[in-house]
């Protein structure tokens, strides 16, 4: 079946250090794929999107490019900030159920000053 | 704007108590969702509903009743909560199609004792 697997965390980094959250999917079919952000306290809301191979998403110096080959949707950012601290959540639309989305496990971030 | 509003954000239950879980969005969306989150578990999908008056099970449905009376309203009642229902639950609302983006309210954090 459907699933979206996210490397474990939690992840700590330094101010200004470079992002990477791996993503990987398995799917039937070509889904859209997204990238959603958790503050503390608060419901997740939409960071990026792409919906079809090679489509690059990006909002708020973040980035992620939809890989077919290798099944992926790595999230980076290229100089994190505090504000950035969140838990980061993969996920995936499931085939033919519309926009009905699958989503990883997260990954918590923790940048340090 | 509202968005997705829950109610209520914090409870406490005893083992067998039930009690129902409110979700309203004002976007005039078809889909609204119940999800649960665990720690290491990411989201899963307790129930979901495409439009008004339809209703399915997600992945993890057992224990849960659900209703969509209108299309603003989406309820998740626990007949008898058990302590494996501790979790923090959300509600979220999105437009029909693969590609669009789902909306979450804040969360209910729910403690079953």
């Known amino acids: 079946g459907d699933s979206v697997t996210q490397m474990e965390g939690p992840v700590t980094l330094s101010e200004e250090a470079f992002l990477t959250i791996n993503c990987t999917y398995t799917a039937t079919g070509y889904p859209s794929l997204f990238w959603y952000v958790q503050y503390p306290g608060e419901g997740l809301q939409l960071l990026l999107k792409a919906t079809k191979a090679d489509d690059k998403g990006s909002n708020k110096g973040f980035e992620a490019t939809y890989r077919k080959e290798t099944t992926s949707f790595h999230l980076e950012k290229g100089s994190v900030q505090v504000s950035d601290s969140a838990v980061y959540f993969c996920a995936s ?3 033919n159920q519309g926009g009905k989305l699958i989503f990883g496990q997260g ?3 923790s940048v340090k000053p | 704007n509202a968005g997705v509003t829950q109610t209520p954000k914090f409870q406490v239950l005893k083992t067998g108590q039930s009690m129902t879980l409110q979700c309203a ?10 999800y649960r989150q665990d720690p290491g578990m990411g989201l899963r999908l307790i129930y979901y509903s495409a439009s008004e008056g ?9 224990g849960y009743n659900v209703s969509r009376l209108n299309k603003r309203e ?6 008898s909560a058990a302590p494996s229902q501790t979790s923090v639950y959300f509600c ?3 437009e029909t199609g693969r590609n669009t983006e789902a909306f979450f309210g804040q969360g209910t ?3 079953v004792v």
């Open chain 1, 93 to 95: 639309t499931i085939y």
């Open chain 1, 107 to 109: 990954t918590e971030l």
């Open chain 2, 25 to 34: 969005q004002d976007m005039n969306h078809n889909s609204m969702y119940w």
């Open chain 2, 54 to 62: 339809t209703t399915d099970k997600g992945e993890v449905p057992n």
């Open chain 2, 74 to 79: 989406f309820s998740l009642r626990l007949e």
């Open chain 2, 92 to 94: 979220a609302s999105q």
């Open chain 2, 109 to 111: 954090r729910l403690t």
